[in-house]
Nanobody, 122 residues
Framework: QVQVVESGGGLVQAGGSLRLSCAASGRTFSIYVMGWFRQAPGKKREFVAAISWSGGNTDYADSVKGRFTSSRDNAKNTVYLQMNSLKPEDTAVYYC???????????????WGQGTQVTVAS
């Protein structure tokens, strides 16, 4: 089992910045990738960013490229999502998820945090 806990959400003006944190605990050796997702009211949950647990490779949704940066601190078992130049459309509940290998060649986000609210005021 892996536990993930997000923190760092809040209210910010458009153009501002926030940094989200996601702390993992438990069987962290089984983590392959950490993902960030968000869900706005009335919308489906969408992928935001991902970072590999060991190598630090990153991937971003087109909507956040150039504005959001994911990083990790393996010593703290924590990943971060630095969000700059925030827009009102970034308003959502942000979730962190731990992806683990469920079988060779297949990764699945099996462990999710409770989410943290990010609100960007115009």
């Amino acid at each position: 089992q892996v536990q993930v806990v997000e923190s760092g959400g809040g209210l910010v003006q458009a153009g501002g910045s926030l940094r989200l944190s996601c702390a993992a605990s438990g069987r962290t050796f089984s983590i392959y990738v950490m993902g960030w997702f968000r869900q706005a009211p009335g919308k489906k949950r969408e992928f935001v960013a991902a970072i590999s647990w060991s190598g630090g490779n990153t991937d971003y949704a087109d909507s956040v490229k150039g504005r959001f940066t994911s990083s990790r601190d393996n010593a703290k078992n924590t990943v971060y999502l630095q969000m700059n130049s925030l827009k009102p459309e970034d308003t959502a509940v942000y979730y962190c998820a731990a992806g683990v290998a469920v079988k060779p060649g297949t990764m699945r986000y099996d462990y999710w945090g409770q989410g943290t609210q990010v609100t960007v005021a115009s």
